[in-house]
C-alpha cells in the first residue's frame, strides 16, 4: 500500500516537528504511522501476532535512526527502506525457519504410472523430425536461441541480420512447429 501524497505530508511534518523535540507530534507520529504500517503489512504477513512484532521492529528502527533523517530531503524513501529492511528480515527468519518442515505422506501412498509427470503427448523425435523440415535460416535461429540460450541482439550479432529479422523469423518458426507438432 502505497503512501498518499496527504499522508506523506502529515508524516514528513509531524516527524520533522518529533526532531525538534515535539513530543506530541512523535506520538501522533508513531499513531498514524503505525496504523498505516498495519493496513500495508496485512496482505504480506498474515499472522497478526507476527504482523504486530514487525511493526513493532519497524518502529524501533524508525526510532533508532531518526537523528540520520536529513530534513532537507524527502521522509517517504527513507521510511519505506527502514520498512523494506525489517520485513525482509521477517521473510527471510521465516523462510529458513520453515524450510525444513515436512509433511508426513501416508504409507499408502501409491504414485499410478499412467499419470507419470515427465510423460509428454508429444515426443522429442516429433519436435527433432519438425525443426527438421524447417528452412536454414529457422533452424539456425532456433538452435541457438533455444539450444545455446542466447539473446535475440546476441543471434543477430552472430548471424548478422537484425534483431528484427531475427525475432519474426522465430515467431514464424514457431508458428510452423506449432502447426506440425498439432498434427
Do not use: C
Not at 519505506?80 to 518442515?101: A, G, P, Q, T
Amino acid at each position: 500500500m502505497a503512501l498518499s501524497l496527504k499522508l506523506e505530508i502529515t508524516l514528513e511534518k509531524l516527524f520533522i516537528e518529533a526532531n525538534y523535540g515535539s513530543k506530541h507530534s512523535y506520538a501522533e507520529f508513531l499513531k498514524i504511522f503505525s496504523n498505516y504500517l498495519k493496513k500495508s503489512l496485512k496482505n504480506k504477513i498474515f499472522n497478526e501476532s507476527e504482523q504486530e512484532d514487525v511493526i513493532q521492529e519497524i518502529l524501533i528502527s524508525v526510532h533508532k535512526a531518526r537523528h540520520t533523517y536529513d530534513g532537507n530531503r524527502p521522509l517517504k524513501p527513507w521510511l519505506i527502506s527502514i520498512i523494506s529492511f525489517r520485513v525482509n528480515d521477517y521473510l527471510r527468519k521465516f523462510y529458513k525457519d520453515n524450510r525444513y518442515h515436512t509433511f508426513p505422506i501416508d504409507e499408502n501412498f501409491d504414485i499410478e504410472e499412467e499419470n507419470d509427470v515427465t510423460e509428454t503427448s508429444i515426443a522429442s523425435e516429433d519436435i527433432n523430425s519438425a525443426i527438421a523440415k524447417l528452412n536454414e535460416k529457422q533452424q539456425k535461429i532456433l538452435n541457438l536461441m533455444y539450444y545455446k540460450e542466447m539473446s535475440v541482439r546476441q543471434v543477430s550479432a552472430e548471424l548478422g541480420f537484425s534483431e528484427s529479422d531475427v525475432k519474426v523469423t522465430a515467431h514464424r518458426a514457431y508458428k510452423i512447429l506449432r502447426e506440425k507438432i498439432k498434427r
